[in-house]
């Protein structure tokens, strides 16, 4: 498949983060305006009610300032995932949601546990993983930028904070993982060169015949030479004027 129609824009790039950021705020800004507390929506560890949390928690924030540190990277990751992925997007964003939510309540303290955090783990942890399993030079590029830009969420998949639920970012980050090594992407194939080829010939290549097979460079051997162009012959006409025959009239 060409790079120009597996890579590019969809609306899709912009609509799905945007649909997301916007449940988020929309649902904080509810809890604010009519003095709600929608904490009993999160997943609840091992309990028959806390499972309802698996599909609301993400977009559940105890403050303004956990919703905003969450806003940019759930925005930036969801419009990578579904430019680069988009075959696999909602896959990916679907099942990252159910696998991380379940994972969290599986091991997780018997606490509420709300926010996007899981999420931002899921989508980080699959790109990052996923590029370095395709090998393909782009997705690799793509690897390396979250590994520069998010590279320290690593450090919060450990009990590092109380009021911080680890649990959702290892949930997130072993889901990623999972979905890395499950769901098949189409990756273009890169452009190969003429001698990458099985077939290629490097004794009737004009540039490799100038090098040894240590590689020197070397003169071009006599009968590779320039030959000398053909000699030209010109034959002339003489025709005489009107002048000269009225002479010889």
């Not at 990578?80 to 679907?94: E, G, P």
């Not at 899921?122 to 395709?134: D, M, W, Y």
Request: proline fraction near 4%; hydrophobic fraction near 45%; charged fraction near 20%.
């Amino acid at each position: 498949m060409a790079v120009k129609t597996q890579f590019q824009y969809t609306p899709a790039v912009i609509l799905v983060p945007m649909v997301m950021v916007l449940l988020m705020w929309t649902v904080f800004y509810i809890e604010v305006r009519f003095g709600l507390n929608l904490n009993e929506y999160g997943v609840y560890p091992r309990t028959l009610s806390g499972l309802k949390g698996v599909l609301f928690s993400p977009f559940i924030h105890g403050s303004a300032r956990h919703l905003y540190n969450n806003t940019f990277p759930v925005i930036i990751l969801l419009a990578s995932l579904f430019y680069f992925y988009r075959d696999i997007s909602f896959k990916v964003l679907f099942w990252g949601i159910i696998w991380s939510g379940l994972i969290t309540w599986g091991i997780g303290r018997p606490s509420y546990h709300i926010g996007a955090s899981g999420l931002i783990y899921v989508l980080a942890s699959f790109v990052f993983f996923k590029g370095i399993r395709t090998r393909h030079y782009r997705l690799v590029a793509l690897s390396l930028a979250v590994v520069f830009i998010y590279g320290g969420l690593l450090w919060y998949i450990f009990p590092l904070k109380e009021e911080m639920s680890w649990e959702g970012h290892l949930g997130g980050f072993l889901s990623g993982l999972l979905l890395a090594m499950v769901l098949k992407a189409r990756v273009p194939e890169s452009r190969k060169y003429a001698w990458e080829a099985d077939d290629y010939d490097e004794s009737s290549d004009e540039f490799m015949r100038q090098f040894d097979e240590d590689g020197n460079f070397i003169e071009r051997a006599e009968e590779d030479a320039e030959e000398e162009p053909p000699q030209v012959r010109y034959h002339y006409t003489y025709k005489p004027s009107e002048k000269e025959k009225r002479k010889e009239d």
